[in-house]
């Protein structure tokens, strides 16, 4: 399902491929945050992902033009997951509502994994 914005001049459709990918982006900027995370559900295995596959780490559901995202990180060793959880949170929201024009209802951290950045 897209994203629809109607605008005076047309109608706008945003691809949840693109939210997750804008989405990557912000996130792997955020202190604390190692990169994105590829779960292999038949090994249970966490995988980090390269930058060109930041999507695959993400969830977006699109409904009623709100915007849910589920992220799936990989956090560095010794710091706070509260506090990153937070400010990956409070990043998101603000550069993805101000990207996207649409609302987000949800962000779901969900870390699955702790590396040592060197």
Known sequence: MKGRINTELGEISI?????????????????GIVGMA???????????????????????VLNDNKISL???????????ILAVADNLI???????????GLEIEHINILVEGVRVID
Do not use: Q, W
């Open 70 to 80: 589920d992220f799936h990180v990989i956090v560095s060793y010794g710091v706070s």
């Open 90 to 100: 409070s990043s998101v929201r603000y550069k993805v509502e101000e990207f996207t």
């Open 15 to 31: 691809n949840p491929d693109v939210i997750a990918m804008y989405a990557g982006s912000v996130a792997v900027e955020c202190f």
């Open 38 to 60: 590829a779960v292999n559900m038949k090994d249970g295995l966490v995988k980090l992902l390269k930058r060109e596959s930041l999507k695959h780490g993400i969830n977006v």
